[in-house]
């Protein structure tokens, strides 16, 4: 399994950065994928997350919701984090994450299944940066 993250960069409060997520050696059809943030002396927290079958059932955190929005491609296997009005609070390393072995469904529990590090896969991480 492998989770390449990419787009990440600096930007202005109020701009707009897409994210993304190539994903590999797994079943991408039938998987949750989804986005989490750190930032400096912060615990890592889940942003969003996407059912890539059918469903395709996304579920965001409270503090982004309504600004970011997910997105899958299965025939690239690629998901795609689009952030617009982008605050500086929004500034931290973004990560995406599966658990093939434990699927699970978009919500709550599945980013507290992931924090808590049973199983799963990262990315390496990319870093966004907002200023004024």
């Known amino acids: 399994v492998q989770l390449v993250e990419s787009g990440g960069g600096s930007v202005q409060i109020g701009g707009s950065l897409i994210l993304s997520c190539a994903a590999s050696?797994?079943?991408?059809?039938?998987?949750?994928i989804g986005w989490f943030r750190q930032a400096p002396g912060k615990e890592r927290e889940g942003v969003g997350c996407?059912?890539?079958?059918?469903?395709?059932?996304?579920f965001y955190a409270n503090s982004v919701n309504g600004r970011f929005t997910i997105s899958s491609d299965s025939a690239k296997n690629m998901v795609y984090l689009l952030m617009n009005n982008l605050e500086y609070e929004d500034t931290a390393v973004y990560f995406c994450?599966?658990?093939?072995?434990?699927?699970?469904?978009?919500?709550?529990?599945?980013?507290?299944?992931?924090?808590?590090?049973?199983?799963?896969?990262w990315g390496q991480g990319t870093q966004v940066s907002v200023s004024s």
């Open positions: 994450a599966t658990n093939p072995l434990y699927p699970g469904y978009p919500g709550p529990m599945w980013f507290e299944s992931m924090a808590a590090g049973v199983a799963g896969y």
């Open positions: 050696g797994f079943a991408f059809d039938d998987s949750v």
């Open positions: 996407i059912n890539t079958n059918d469903d395709g059932h996304v």
